[in-house]
């Protein structure tokens, strides 16, 4: 099923203020609803190669099993769960790629990098994240964060060791339990959820959530929702206000209509909506 129209894609990245390059990557399809986010850390410029190579490697990896599919047919060992199946394979792949290139080129040495995958099918949206890139969604004005920071803020709060307030106050929010590449292996949180007409989802690096409050978020998705264009420059805009400490990434996805259908997303997909991707 071709999701163009279905859903409206916008994306935005920014260097911020005080950086002098940008470590993020962001990609989208509307076509096949696909969302990806990689926010990448490491030593001088090695946090943006493995962002980079984060994006590329599980592009790669959907295109070859896209090349290997007959129209209308998946694998029929990954049974119901394939959407799932091809995002967990995607991020294993990714993640040896990542951590291989750390161990030999001495200069991309313990680099990693967040990344949040969220992928729109069959009136859902499976939402696979690593590190504290987060995915919100926005539904009848209410804003709801989707995925879980793996990071030592949100393990101490968890914990009752310290208050919400205290962790966006606090001088470690940049301290990931998680990142892709750093390890041998890695876990990835993956989770679906129902999608509902009119819903917009927020995909966005920590730039945008350690300077920029819930409730501001929410309030300028209320009132741009209409301009995704126009919601997304105002988020980056906002994050640059309060410092622009670092770099910040968004990516908006509109529900405009209903999506569902008997048939997997593989089967209309064309190779070449792959193509383009990167920021």
């Known amino acids: 099923m071709n999701l163009s129209g279905v859903l409206e894609i916008v994306r935005l990245t920014?260097?911020?203020?005080?950086?002098?390059?940008?470590?993020?990557?962001?990609?989208?399809?509307?076509?096949?609803?696909l969302?990806?986010?990689?926010?990448?850390?490491?030593?001088?410029?090695?946090?943006?190669?493995?962002?980079?190579?984060?994006?590329?490697?599980?592009t790669g990896e959907l295109?070859?099993?896209?090349?290997?599919?007959?129209?209308?047919?998946?694998?029929?060992?990954?049974?119901?769960?394939?959407?799932?199946?091809?995002?967990?394979?995607?991020?294993k792949n990714a993640n040896e790629v990542?951590?291989?290139?750390?161990?030999?080129q001495p200069h991309c040495a313990g680099m990693g990098t967040t990344l949040v995958v969220g992928l729109f099918t069959n009136n859902k949206v499976l939402v696979g994240h690593i590190g504290d890139s987060r995915m919100y969604r926005l539904r009848m004005g209410e804003l709801s964060l989707l995925t879980r920071d793996h990071s030592v803020l949100q393990e101490q709060i968890r914990l009752g060791l310290i208050t919400v307030e205290q962790a966006r106050k606090s001088a470690h929010k940049n301290l990931v339990t998680r990142a892709l590449g750093v390890d041998e292996t890695v876990e990835l949180e993956l989770n679906?959820?129902?999608?509902?007409?009119?819903?917009?989802?927020?995909?966005?690096?920590?730039?945008?959530t350690d300077l920029v409050e819930d409730?501001?978020?929410?309030?300028?998705?209320?009132?741009?929702?209409?301009?995704?264009?126009?919601?997304?420059?105002?988020?980056?805009?906002?994050?640059?206000?309060?410092?622009?400490?670092?770099?910040?990434?968004?990516?908006?996805?509109?529900?405009?209509?209903?999506?569902?259908c008997k048939?997997?997303?593989?089967?209309?997909?064309?190779?070449?909506n792959f193509l383009g991707w990167l920021k």
Not at 15 to 30: C, Q
Not at 98 to 104: A, C, L, P, R
Not at 263 to 272: H, K, S, Y
């Open 98 to 104: 990542i951590y291989s290139v750390s161990q030999t």
């Open 35 to 58: 969302v990806l986010l990689a926010d990448g850390m490491g030593g001088y410029k090695a946090g943006e190669v493995a962002s980079e190579i984060a994006i590329l490697s599980m």
């Open 215 to 260: 409730e501001a978020i929410e309030s300028t998705l209320n009132l741009a929702s209409s301009d995704l264009e126009s919601a997304a420059k105002t988020l980056v805009k906002m994050a640059n206000d309060n410092g622009g400490s670092d770099n910040i990434s968004v990516i908006l996805v509109r529900v405009n209509a209903s999506f569902g």
């Open 14 to 33: 920014d260097v911020g203020l005080l950086r002098d390059h940008n470590e993020d990557t962001i990609a989208s399809d509307e076509t096949i609803g």
């Open 192 to 208: 679906e959820y129902d999608v509902a007409v009119d819903d917009l989802y927020l995909v966005c690096s920590d730039g945008l």
């Open 263 to 272: 048939e997997t997303w593989l089967g209309n997909l064309g190779v070449d």
């Open 63 to 91: 295109k070859d099993t896209v090349d290997n599919q007959r129209p209308g047919r998946v694998d029929l060992a990954l049974g119901k769960q394939a959407e799932a199946q091809l995002i967990i394979n995607a991020v």
